[in-house]
């Protein structure tokens, strides 16, 4: 199955793209996709933790994907 990935913030500069077509097995968690991120794109392993968003609404770990879901990663954010 194939799911859009939406880079923003510093991933893009990680990643070096800011939108990418990603290959999964069928029925695979958020918590699976971020640990085979983290493989893809090593640089990613700088962020502690990031944000996961599926087709506009922030999801658990626990959420499994679907084929076509446009997953967005969110980098935590700071500001004054």
């Given at each position: 199955?194939?799911?859009?990935?939406?880079?923003?913030?510093?991933?893009?500069?990680?990643?070096?793209?800011?939108?990418?077509?990603?290959?999964?097995?069928?029925?695979?968690?958020?918590?699976?996709?971020?640990?085979?991120?983290?493989?893809?794109?090593?640089?990613l392993?700088?962020?502690?933790?990031?944000?996961?968003?599926?087709?506009?609404?922030?999801?658990?770990?626990?959420?499994?994907?679907?084929?076509?879901?446009?997953?967005?990663?969110?980098?935590?954010?700071?500001?004054?």
């Amino acid at each position: 199955m194939q799911i859009q990935l939406l880079f923003f913030g510093i991933t893009t500069d990680f990643v070096g793209e800011n939108t990418v077509y990603y290959n999964l097995q069928e029925k695979t968690h958020i918590k699976e996709l971020k640990e085979a991120l983290k493989l893809t794109y090593p640089n990613l392993k700088n962020i502690h933790e990031f944000a996961i968003a599926v087709n506009e609404e922030y999801a658990n770990d626990d959420l499994i994907l679907k084929n076509g879901d446009v997953v967005a990663i969110i980098p935590p954010v700071s500001g004054g």
